[in-house]
């Protein structure tokens, strides 16, 4: 590409060379009830029917195609990482299962429609600003949405919608610090963790569980306290998805042992899926591995072996003392 913000001819030939073995040409229409409306002919360039349904798919392939091929496999790897942390914690949806009705089926169908409606929230919000903002723009955007707002309805719009990014970010903070207060007490009430973690105040709420992994999550922030926000943001995203890695790849593995060992129930249409589930899961797990990043892997190594200890307290000595 040239150095000028406005691409001339020979960038869009050159570009059309490069996305043509990926993208087809999409088709021109006519609507006799439009060529009426407007007395002339007018032709439709149907964009919708592109993968993703518009033309900025052409720029992302376009993009992608002039990266040195190191540069795309870790760009891509990265990206990967990253959008696996927005699924993070879906498996939290069976915390309930003691407090609904009918858990085996209720569970699974709230997850399931739980999340392909978040996953189809985030398709149809990401593409607003990748529609409506010049891609060169986007790509050194810090924050696509406020200077979307900004860019159509004025600066005021930008700051509003700044506000309401931080409350629902508030929101989100809260959300997981009640889970992570469940965890370490459900933990502690089984003998993984020391007792005391386990005990909850006047309200039924676990106050020391949530002091205890507050100060877990601040000694986190500390360590980035030098990087800017957005690099800290992305360590600490990149770091908790490396921890929960483990956890992913053993329960996929694990749905393939029961299988094997026939501890599954007679194979049928149902236990064919969970079987191909687990399989694409577990190669998933190995790709986002690939893609986490020396420093972000080492801490996620750090926390798992904080965990040894932990876990070889509770089979060799609490374990026993809670079966007597």
Same mark, same amino acid.
């Given at each position: 590409m040239t150095a000028s913000p406005v691409p001339d001819l020979a960038d869009v030939l !050159? =570009?059309?060379?490069r996305i043509g073995p990926y993208l087809r040409p999409t088709p021109l229409y006519r609507y006799p009830a439009l060529d009426a409306m407007t007395g002339t002919q007018v032709r439709v360039k149907h964009e919708n029917h592109q993968p #993703? @349904?518009?033309? /900025? #798919?052409? @720029? @992302?392939?376009?993009?992608v195609s002039q990266l040195a091929p190191g540069e795309r496999r870790r760009g891509?790897?990265?990206? %990967? +990482? &990253?959008?696996?942390? !927005? *699924?993070?914690g879906v498996e939290s949806a069976a915390m309930p299962a003691g407090r609904v009705c009918d858990p085996g089926r209720t569970i699974p169908r709230a997850t399931f429609i739980g999340t392909l409606t978040v996953a189809l929230v985030y398709i149809c919000v990401?593409?607003? $600003? *990748? &529609?409506?903002?010049p891609q060169g723009e986007l790509a050194a955007s810090s924050a696509p949405f406020a200077d979307l707002f900004a860019r159509f309805l004025g600066p005021a719009s930008g700051k509003l919608l700044a506000a309401f990014v931080i409350v629902s970010g508030l929101g989100c903070l809260n959300g997981w610090t009640l889970i992570l207060g469940e965890l370490t007490m459900s933990f502690a009430r089984h003998g993984g963790f020391p007792p005391a973690l386990g005990k909850v105040n006047a309200h039924g709420a676990p106050t020391r569980a949530f002091v205890f992994t507050a100060i877990l999550a601040s000694l986190m922030m500390l360590t980035s306290y030098s990087d800017s926000t957005a690099g800290a943001f992305t360590f600490l995203s990149v770091v908790v998805t490396a921890s929960n890695l483990p956890v992913y790849f053993g329960c996929a593995i694990a749905v393939v042992i029961l299988w094997r060992r026939g501890e599954l129930a007679k194979p049928g249409p149902r236990e064919s899926r969970w079987l191909a589930a687990a399989i694409l899961a577990t190669v998933y797990c190995v790709w986002v591995s690939i893609g986490i990043g020396g /420093? %972000?892997?080492l801490w996620a190594l750090a926390l798992c072996a904080v965990g040894? $200890?932990?876990?070889?307290?509770?089979?060799?000595?609490?374990? $026993? !003392?809670? =079966? +007597?």
């Open positions: !050159a =570009a059309r060379q #993703v @349904g518009a033309f /900025k #798919v052409r @720029g @992302g392939v376009n993009l891509v790897i990265a990206a %990967s +990482t &990253l959008a696996l942390y !927005a *699924m993070l990401s593409l607003i $600003p *990748m &529609l409506l903002i /420093k %972000s892997l040894v $200890p932990v876990y070889w307290w509770y089979a060799i000595v609490r374990r $026993p !003392a809670l =079966a +007597t």
